[in-house]
């Protein structure tokens, strides 16, 4: 029996080199409705915000800056007094049923104790508060989410199977019958129940297309961390599942198994037909259930994928690593048929992506294309060196390398988009690759056009 190639693993400077996680405050607000966050930091960190996700300025946020000037850092000012005055003109105007505490790196550096100072404006101005630390100096780009809703665990109900067998309807808990390696039969359907909880902030939508592969297979999900609303957080406890949607929620995962005794589902990530079935195939195999017409449904997508296909087909990418999504997106490209050079990621959890690891491996044996070496914290004048040498045809990368790239003949695609994208899912395939493919018909109409003038030239 042939034995699967592992990929190679390196870490180079143990730097992150990625977009600011305070970012998360730009979908977070918008999945948990009834949300407020402040951010605390300086200034810089407010035009950050301001610039950064511009997609804000169509809707008013539900964010605020919560600046610390030179009072706050040379401490000739009262933390909590200032942190109430903000929160109670937030209660005021806004009246949240949760508020955020998004700390920065000023917190960080000038040691501000957020976490002893929420219980007590708690309980005085009477909101929730949640404190999540998403600094720059611990946390890479999308571990800014994560930060949050590992917070957020610790506000979920806690979940009592046998009061929810007596009260099911009264609960609102949607349960699967559960019988692990057995066989099902009519007492074991009624003496075993068990809940599934999704971790990631997904858009409405693109959550109801995930619920719906769930129900095809007779799996139903029972709720979503995030919720779209703060008193709707989904149960936790012991007879629960827990399953991410998202590589770069290994906090947020290992919490509720930790502190809740959750049992985690560790399935690949559902990015790409591909990923979407294995992704259900896992939960299947948990809940002992045959998992029904995935394989039809899997090639009846790559079938639409076609002209996708087309233009990717032996083309080649390396990552240079910002949002923790490197590893499914090259998984879900070398099944496409590309080439991925080396895979740059700036934190991975081997245990938590386990499963995914393993899919790419097997992918890379099945479309016959070489395992690419994964580089942890990678070093990026090492990676422009080694991409000059390989000389890839797209390279996904952080936005404050893409024109550098572009100077260098390089064509690039900024790795920020795919996190504000829809790409799980099935459906959403056509999506990524849109992303993908953008750079590569952009040369190719340049090049077409530059020979058409050639030709009008000569024949002038």
Known sequence: MKTLEIPTFECETGNYHTFCPISCVAWLYQKIEDSFSPVVGTKTRGYFLQNAPGVMIFAEPRYAMAESEEGDISAQLNDQKELERICLRIKNDRNPSVTIWIGTCTTEIIKMDLEGIAPKLEKQLGIPIVVARANGLDHAFTQGEDT??????????????????????????????????????AENRNSNRFNLVLLGSLPSSVASQL???????????????????????????????????????????????????CQLVGAPFPIGPDGTRAWAEKICSV??????????????????????????????????????LEISLARFLIRCGMVVYEIGIPYMDRRYQAAELLL??????????????????????????????????????????????????????????????????????????ELVTRPLRRRSDSVSGWHSLSRQTIDV
């Open 148 to 185: 949050v809703l590992a917070a957020m665990t610790h506000r979920c109900p806690e979940y009592n199977r046998h009061t929810t067998d007596q009260h099911e309807e009264a609960a609102k808990h949607v349960v699967v019958d559960v019988v692990p390696k057995k066989k099902f039969s």
């Open 211 to 261: 619920n719906l592969e769930s129900r095809r297979q007779s799996v139903s999900v029972s709720g979503w961390l995030p919720s779209q609303k703060y008193t709707e957080l989904p149960a936790l406890g012991e007879g629960v599942y827990v399953c991410g949607v998202n590589p770069f929620l290994s906090r947020t995962a290992t919490t509720p198994m930790r502190r809740r005794k």
């Open 287 to 324: 809940f002992d259930i045959k998992p029904e017409g995935l394989e039809e449904r899997e090639n009846q997508i790559w079938k639409n994928l076609g002209d996708y296909l087309e233009i990717i087909t032996g083309k080649s990418v390396s990552f240079m690593g910002d949002n923790l």
């Open 360 to 433: 790419l491996q097997h992918t890379c044996e099945k479309m016959k294309k070489p395992t690419p070496r994964i580089v942890e914290k990678p070093d990026n004048y090492s990676q422009v060196q080694r991409m000059h040498e390989l000389k890839p045809d797209l390279a996904i990368t952080g936005m404050a390398h893409a024109n550098p790239l572009e100077a260098r003949d390089i064509d690039t695609k900024w790795s920020v988009e795919f996190t504000f994208a829809q790409i799980h899912g099935s459906v959403n395939a056509r999506d990524v690759l």
